[in-house]
């Protein structure tokens, strides 16, 4: 990885440390440290006292690991060490040079089992015949944490090494929104236009979009990758995406895209059995250098069901164990892993900003104008929506929610009545707002 993108990187995760320690803690135990490497399964950082390597290690791993998965998304364990200045520049050069973390999932790591073989065997041979018009477009679905994205991407790197002269675009839904409604804005300020965005997206080889069901129900989004859908298509170009649940199930998604992603090919993943849970946890314990033995391994498998990101978070927790204590845990200790790695994967309490932020781009309406006291027919049902779902969706009370927008409570309760009351005749809109609610969830 090239050092710029990694001390750019380094410099957001330090910012984001500073939200939680104080500037004296910061200045003291994060101010020395420097990004070294990320090796795919760790953020690795430098630091020119021995002792504090380790004191940073105990007492703020979790901080760490929780800045570094916010600003990369994705999970990686930090690991500080000490050396001479000159072995960390060989070291870094020969183990990273021009890879990123995506380039770590490959076929070869993905473990299969029952639950996931049809949709490997499919992911690979699109990787091997981008294009072939059987496997056009690719569909994988499923719930979060079951190796959608680690697929997406091992499609990604198998092709980008078979055949190095494609061009491939790797986005996800929500992504793909913000770059059109940037190259809107930027089109009305006469910085770009939106040429710009469609032959970026139209003119690739190989398109794979994660989490495609973000864009469901925003007109112009859907409108958007539509077209760009039907031009690759034509020209016989990889479409690859990925959805958190069956199509049947996304009830706004635009009848024509749906009509296009059913003439292609499903390939669903469903929650890893035991055979390959265990097999998960053998070879993340494996590229840890770790050997954990059966009774333990077993265990892990047992009691961690649903999520391969926290299978991953119990090897990484074993392996810093192991570091600093200098043995191995028993049945006790991991019990306090596990713990740990379900209460820290639990999804975030859903934010009042982002639910303005993901109403207003369905309701193509700017969050400013939601949060404003214009009276216009759409802007009343957008606020409204936003009222009713905040409701919904967290543990505000009228107060809280009448404070977001600047009115009062009884506002505030007039206008969820009023979208319950709407709701109850109005299928469509209904879909729609089950829709925003299903998406606020699944991030």
């Known amino acids: 990885m090239a050092n710029n993108s990694l001390d750019e990187i380094w410099v957001a995760i330090c910012d984001e440390c500073k939200k939680t320690v104080s500037s004296v803690a910061f200045d003291c135990f994060f101010k020395d440290l420097k990004p070294l490497n990320i090796d795919g399964e760790s953020f690795i950082l430098s630091h020119n006292n021995e002792y504090m390597c380790s004191l940073i290690e105990k007492n703020y791993n979790n901080l760490l690991s929780t800045a570094i998965k916010k600003i990369m998304g994705i999970d990686l364990v930090p690991k500080i060490i000490f050396e001479a200045e000159e072995e960390k520049i060989r070291k870094a050069e020969e183990s990273s040079e021009g890879l990123t973390f995506a380039d770590f999932f490959t076929f070869d790591n993905f473990i299969v089992g029952s639950s996931n073989r049809f949709a490997k065997a499919a992911a690979f041979a699109v990787a091997e015949q981008p294009g072939l018009i059987?496997?056009?477009?690719?569909?994988?679905?499923?719930?979060?944490?079951?190796g959608k994205t680690h697929l997406l991407l091992a499609i990604k790197n198998h092709i980008k090494n078979k055949f190095p002269n494609k061009k491939i675009e790797y986005t996800c839904g929500e992504d793909f929104t913000n770059q059109l409604i940037k190259a809107l804005q930027d089109g009305k300020l006469g910085l770009g236009t939106i040429e710009d965005f469609r032959t970026k997206f139209r003119s690739t080889d190989v398109l794979l979009v994660d989490d495609i069901h973000f864009i469901a129900g925003k007109e112009q989004t859907q409108e958007e990758?539509?077209?760009?859908?039907?031009?690759?298509?034509?020209?016989?170009?990889?479409?690859?995406?990925?959805?958190?649940?069956?199509?049947?199930?996304?009830?706004?998604?635009d009848d024509r895209i749906r009509s296009?992603?059913?003439?292609?090919?499903?390939?669903?993943?469903?929650?890893?059995?035991?055979?390959?849970?265990?097999?998960?946890?053998?070879?993340?314990?494996?590229?840890?250098?770790?050997?954990?033995?059966?009774n333990i391994l077993f265990y892990i498998a047992e009691h961690i069901k649903n999520n391969t990101r926290q299978l991953e978070g119990v090897v990484k927790k074993?392996?810093?164990?192991?570091?600093?204590?200098q043995k191995k845990p028993n049945i006790s200790v991991v019990q306090g892993f596990i713990k740990d790695v379900i209460n820290e994967t639990q999804p975030e309490p859903i934010k009042i900003d982002k639910i303005i932020l993901e109403v207003a781009r369905t309701y193509n309406v700017s969050e400013s104008a939601i949060l404003s006291n214009r009276k216009t027919a759409s802007l009343v049902l957008a606020r409204q929506v936003a009222m009713y779902i905040a409701r919904e969706t967290t543990s505000m009370s009228y107060n809280q929610i009448g404070e977001s927008f600047g009115k009062d409570h009884t506002t505030v309760l007039y206008n969820v009545r009023k979208i319950e009351d709407f709701l109850k005749d109005k299928p469509r809109e209904r879909e729609m707002v089950e829709d925003i609610i299903k998406n606020l969830k699944s991030e």
């Open 318 to 325: 074993i392996e810093l164990y192991e570091n600093c204590e």
């Open 225 to 253: 990758f539509f077209n760009t859908f039907n031009t690759l298509y034509q020209n016989n170009k990889q479409i690859v995406v990925t959805l958190d649940r069956p199509l049947k199930d996304i009830k706004t998604l």
């Open 260 to 294: 296009r992603l059913t003439g292609g090919l499903f390939a669903d993943i469903s929650t890893p059995d035991f055979e390959t849970r265990v097999g998960i946890i053998k070879k993340k314990a494996e590229q840890s250098g770790l050997t954990i033995e059966e």
């Open 134 to 146: 059987k496997y056009n477009p690719l569909v994988i679905y499923g719930p979060s944490g079951v």
